[in-house]
């Protein structure tokens, strides 16, 4: 069964995804926005150009008029929805999900994902066939010429990247946008398709970037994901930074550069992204963890940026109202350009230690386990799970996953051997309340 989320439905294809399913998802998608004009992208998957085929198909059976992108990240479909005033998009991918997943990511009209309710709505549509057919074009985005312009031409000449494009769609334009500023650019694991390393560039320990970075002595390394949404940084001395670090560095930009410095936050991200923007004079919201509960929170309290420190994931609404990890990397590179160097940008953040661990307990589970622990806990925080704060500012927040069945524990400490501890303590916690649950 395929797993259904604001993050768009995932699963492993001919097992839990297959050409009939997903052709109706397109009808249903189609007439949700009344058989109107729909911009498709895919990653580049095994199985993403015959599942695009497939929703392709239900498109035009329900009315609509579709321009097919092509291989497109994510953002890029994102973009294309907005700038052209589009009725929606659809984004073949899972994202950072391992090779063998695919998915469907939505994008409605203003060109934001769906909010809850609206997948619901999608999920509820009957899958009828429209008595007019619709039509397919291909088109060319306009992101990377948009992102390019914005990036400006060698606004960071002399600065030394090394990118780990991950076989994903990121293989086919990424080089270009970062050489256009003026970088020195190295790369690996550049051919599309190819899935060399964990998808995920937060779990995935990135030994081949830390080596490129040091062997060619470069300012900075960057990891994608397959649709290029994520970004996780390597620093100039070949270590893998959190993807709390991308977010701080790219607020911190965003702080120094506007007027609106309302920020929103998933509830799983760093403290020190609180601090941040409380140095600013800011104002911080947070969400439930998931791109689309950001951008709804960005959305209701007219915040200028945003993101989820866990996923490595910046949010600047009025480029693309997604994460964008291509968008995020331009603005990293000019940093190091004005400042030297990254150590010099991160010197002042406020230091603390991330510690997170994934339970693979039955998902059903997860809603008892959880009950359980607001009542048995003492300050809880119920925004998405359970967040359990500590006296001494330490938390640790217990979640069943969007986007995988698992139960995700994270934990947030100034100190290193504390966030672990705290990791250990309620992964056996919770291991002991499913069995209790079991036995009943």
Known sequence: MPIVSVSGIRGIMNQDLDASLVESIGIRFGTFIKSGTVALGCDTRTTSTALKAAVSSGLVQAGCT???LGFSSTPSVFKEVSVRNLDGGIIITASHNPPKWNGIKFVVKGGRGVFENELDSIRRESPTSNLRQGKVFRRKALYIDILQAKA???TASGIKVALDLAGGVGSLFITSIIAYQGCEVHTLHDSPGIFPRIMDPTADPLTGLSSVVKNEECDVGFAYDCDADRLVIVDQNGNKMSGDATLLICLRYFLENSR??????????????????REYNGKMVYSKVGEGNVVRKIIENNCGAGGEGSSGGYIEPAFVMCRDGVHASTLITRMIKSEGSLSAITSNFKKYYQDRAKLEIDTNLAPKILETLSNTEKDVDLTDGVKVRMSDKSWVLIRGSNTENVIR?????????????????FTSKINQIA???SKT
């Open 152 to 154: 400006s031409f060698k």
């Open 409 to 425: 524990i994270s934990a947030e400490s100034n100190s290193e051997s504390k966030s672990a501890e705290l990791v250990r303590d």
């Open 435 to 437: 069995r209790e649950i």
């Open 260 to 277: 609106n410095r309302s920020v929103a936050v998933s509830v799983d991200t760093s403290l020190a992204a609180e601090d941040l923007v």
């Open 66 to 68: 579709v321009y097919d």
